[in-house]
């Protein structure tokens, strides 16, 4: 950094590739003993340095050309691997171990899995519990977490398959290469940020069959991007007004980085690029949206190009798990003792409760689980339906490894939280949600009007056995067995959001689906209209149960929909991410 700010260039370069060398071998050698809190913890230390050395790479090659050893394309090369092995890597790392750990046969380390999701069962509940409450029962969180790192830990270290499997992991920008056919491109985004200037730039590495290099993108008004222009983006899909300013600051450039007669890219987004659909943006020029020129699928990390999927597809009988319309004022066990509901505020649209008194139902979710339900089995599918009353938590959590996951309902996600002990949000006291992004996302079930109700009056759920309260935690989602589940469905609100973190992602409900170990989630970024959702939901599974791979199936039922529903708010919101 030093030789940087100096302009000593040519000194920087081999200091930079000797740390950065030295890190990345830190991964592939301890990151298999390592829980994923310290994982965490070690990603945090070392992000600085990855940052100084990704924008060293930018500067060097945009402001200051220089002739040494090392020329600007083989710096982007260099940079490019670097993204290979970091970017979405604690995902990656956390349902990696968990995949190999069920193809281990191991039934050892199967015993301590199941020890380590009994303890992160009991942590989600005792999150909900108040100090008195924890005293009574002689539950301490502290101890509870502890116990869940070393189980983790012991899970990392003994999964020895999963060791082989990062130390063999050397993966280069021209294995991605190798992957993509005529007519496909991949851009790996990355979010910078410049301390002594606090300033925020984007840069968009773009790669495609017949590139010598990596070509290189400069976005370098990243605040902007990420405020008034997302706003103003995010306010023209809500109102459904003309958008002429969108596509040029968030894709016109790609755009033309890519070579001619380009017609598919693989995105692997960063930062605000996870909050927009690229679909919805509308090119002024052509009068055309993206969605009509370009056919996006959406990764992690385009390091999954280079997977083997076939390793995550379980053999025998297709089975689907359809949830959908959930009875919200569904009494569970144990339930509160008086008319909570009443005591709820006339209008809590906004603030920690994005609801109002009464959970709104959504009618259209039972017509979309039935249709689904109809057109699976129709395809010698072997189907399980819960609507109403059975749409319960419990239920989902019976759930193992089923080759497709439906859920139609709310979702959720806080973003704003003040951290008083003795408030809750969702059940969940917010002192717990502000130290865990994941318990500040999630989904509602059968029952989940008394838990908020309980919540906004003080009142506590508590009972001898740890009932679920219906509402569904990203947390909780994430411990859920979906190993070989192909496909997790997300048809409700905003199942897209949640806390964004710097190369790792979304920190919500999508990430807990992913590490659970589904292959991809579709998912929605924005609140849905009711009757456009379930017309474009039942489309999409009728491409795709007609032999479309799932990318195509969405892009094409976003097509057909917008035939009918012009505006991106209607067809827009659904992104799927994954394999």
Same mark, same amino acid.
């Given at each position: 950094?030093?030789?940087?700010?100096?302009?000593?260039?040519?000194?920087?370069?081999?200091?930079?590739?000797?740390?950065?060398?030295?890190?990345?071998?830190?991964?592939?050698?301890?990151?298999?003993?390592?829980?994923?809190?310290?994982?965490?913890?070690?990603?945090?230390?070392?992000?600085?340095?990855?940052?100084?050395?990704?924008?060293?790479?930018?500067?060097?090659?945009?402001?200051?050309?220089?002739?040494?050893?090392?020329?600007?394309?083989?710096?982007?090369?260099?940079?490019?691997?670097?993204?290979?092995?970091?970017?979405?890597?604690?995902?990656?790392?956390?349902?990696?171990?968990?995949?190999?750990?069920?193809?281990?046969?191991?039934?050892?380390?199967?015993?301590?899995?199941?020890?380590?999701?009994?303890?992160?069962?009991?942590?989600?509940?005792?999150?909900?519990?108040?100090?008195?409450?924890?005293?009574?029962?002689?539950?301490?969180?502290?101890?509870?977490?502890?116990?869940?790192?070393?189980?983790?830990?012991?899970?990392?270290?003994?999964?020895?398959?999963?060791?082989?499997?990062?130390?063999?992991?050397?993966?280069?920008?021209?294995?991605?290469?190798?992957?993509?056919?005529?007519?496909?491109?991949?851009?790996?985004?990355?979010?910078?940020?410049?301390?002594?200037?606090?300033?925020?730039?984007?840069?968009?590495?773009?790669?495609? *069959? $017949?590139?010598? !290099?990596?070509? @290189?993108?400069? #976005? /370098?008004?990243?605040? +902007?991007?990420?405020?008034?222009?997302?706003?103003?983006?995010?306010?023209?899909?809500?109102?459904?007004?003309?958008?002429?300013?969108?596509?040029?600051?968030?894709?016109?450039?790609?755009?033309?980085?890519?070579?001619?007669?380009?017609?598919?890219?693989?995105?692997?987004?960063?930062?605000?690029?996870?909050?927009?659909?690229?679909?919805?943006?509308?090119?002024?020029?052509?009068?055309?949206?993206?969605?009509?020129?370009?056919?996006?699928?959406?990764?992690?990390?385009?390091?999954?190009?280079?997977?083997?999927?076939?390793?995550?597809?379980?053999?025998?009988?297709?089975?689907?798990?359809?949830?959908?319309?959930?009875?919200?004022?569904?009494?569970?066990? *144990? $339930?509160?003792? !008086?008319?909570? @509901?009443?005591? #709820? /505020?006339?209008?809590? +649209?906004?603030?920690?409760?994005?609801?109002?008194?009464?959970?709104?139902?959504?009618?259209?979710?039972?017509?979309?689980?039935?249709?689904?339900?109809?057109?699976?089995?129709?395809?010698?599918?072997?189907?399980?339906?819960?609507?109403?009353?059975?749409?319960?938590?419990?239920?989902?959590?019976?759930?193992?490894?089923?080759?497709?996951?439906?859920?139609?309902?709310?979702?959720?996600?806080?973003?704003?939280?003040?951290?008083?002990?003795?408030?809750?949000?969702?059940?969940?006291?917010?002192?717990?949600?502000?130290?865990?992004?994941?318990?500040?996302?999630?989904?509602?079930?059968?029952?989940?009007?008394?838990?908020?109700?309980?919540?906004?009056?003080?009142?506590?759920?508590?009972?001898?056995?740890?009932?679920?309260?219906?509402?569904?935690?990203?947390?909780?989602?994430?411990?859920?067995?979906?190993?070989?589940?192909?496909?997790?469905?997300?048809?409700?609100?905003?199942?897209?959001?949640?806390?964004?973190?710097?190369?790792?992602?979304?920190?919500?409900?999508?990430?807990?689906?992913?590490?659970?170990?589904?292959?991809?989630?579709?998912?929605?970024?924005?609140?849905?209209?009711?009757?456009?959702?379930?017309?474009?939901?039942?489309?999409?599974?009728?491409?795709?149960?007609?032999?479309?791979?799932?990318?195509?199936?969405?892009?094409?039922?976003?097509?057909?929909?917008?035939?009918?529903?012009?505006?991106?708010?209607?067809?827009?919101?659904?992104?799927?991410?994954?394999?």
């Amino acid at each position: 950094v030093l030789y940087h700010r100096l302009g000593r260039y040519e000194a920087a370069v081999p200091v930079f590739r000797q740390v950065v060398d030295h890190y990345t071998g830190q991964i592939r050698a301890y990151f298999p003993a390592l829980s994923e809190k310290e994982k965490s913890a070690f990603y945090k230390r070392i992000e600085p340095i990855l940052n100084a050395y990704r924008d060293f790479v930018v500067d060097v090659i945009v402001n200051h050309p220089y002739s040494a050893d090392t020329p600007p394309g083989e710096m982007l090369g260099e940079l490019y691997n670097v993204q290979l092995v970091t970017k979405a890597m604690l995902l990656d790392a956390s349902s990696q171990i968990r995949r190999n750990i069920f193809q281990s046969g191991n039934s050892e380390l199967m015993l301590t899995y199941e020890n380590w999701i009994k303890t992160k069962e009991k942590l989600a509940h005792a999150y909900a519990y108040s100090g008195k409450t924890l005293a009574e029962k002689k539950i301490s969180i502290r101890s509870l977490e502890r116990k869940a790192n070393e189980l983790e830990k012991q899970l990392s270290a003994g999964s020895a398959l999963f060791a082989q499997n990062i130390a063999q992991q050397h993966l280069t920008w021209q294995h991605i290469r190798q992957r993509l056919a005529a007519g496909e491109a991949a851009i790996e985004m990355i979010r910078g940020y410049r301390e002594k200037e606090d300033t925020v730039f984007y840069v968009a590495l773009v790669l495609a *069959p $017949a590139m010598a !290099t990596p070509r @290189l993108v400069v #976005l /370098p008004s990243g605040k +902007e991007m990420e405020g008034k222009h997302y706003f103003y983006y995010k306010n023209a899909i809500k109102f459904r007004i003309k958008d002429p300013l969108s596509y040029d600051l968030y894709w016109s450039a790609l755009q033309q980085a890519l070579p001619p007669r380009t017609t598919a890219v693989y995105m692997a987004p960063d930062g605000v690029y996870n909050k927009i659909s690229l679909n919805s943006l509308y090119n002024t020029h052509t009068q055309r949206f993206v969605l009509d020129e370009m056919h996006i699928n959406m990764l992690s990390s385009t390091r999954e190009l280079a997977e083997d999927t076939s390793v995550h597809q379980l053999p025998g009988q297709r089975q689907a798990y359809l949830f959908g319309y959930p009875n919200y004022r569904h009494t569970i066990s *144990p $339930a509160p003792q !008086t008319d909570s @509901l009443s005591k #709820l /505020p006339a209008n809590t +649209e906004s603030g920690l409760y994005p609801f109002r008194s009464r959970i709104r139902l959504l009618p259209g979710t039972l017509q979309e689980v039935n249709d689904v339900d109809i057109m699976l089995q129709a395809s010698g599918w072997h189907t399980f339906k819960f609507t109403e009353n059975m749409a319960l938590e419990e239920n989902i959590k019976q759930v193992k490894n089923p080759h497709l996951l439906h859920i139609a309902t709310h979702g959720y996600f806080l973003s704003d939280l003040p951290v008083e002990d003795d408030k809750k949000a969702f059940g969940i006291h917010l002192k717990s949600m502000a130290a865990n992004p994941l318990l500040r996302s999630g989904l509602l079930l059968a029952g989940a009007q008394n838990t908020m109700a309980a919540a906004e009056t003080g009142e506590e759920i508590v009972s001898d056995r740890e009932a679920e309260d219906g509402i569904l935690t990203a947390y909780e989602a994430m411990n859920l067995p979906l190993n070989g589940t192909d496909l997790v469905v997300l048809s409700a609100c905003e199942t897209g959001a949640g806390e964004l973190r710097n190369g790792e992602g979304v920190y919500g409900l999508q990430r807990a689906f992913l590490v659970a170990g589904a292959n991809s989630v579709l998912m929605s970024l924005w609140k849905v209209n009711d009757a456009s959702t379930t017309a474009l939901i039942t489309t999409f599974y009728r491409y795709w149960l007609q032999g479309q791979d799932k990318f195509t199936a969405l892009r094409n039922a976003q097509l057909a929909i917008k035939e009918t529903y012009p505006d991106p708010y209607y067809w827009g919101a659904f992104v799927l991410m994954g394999r």
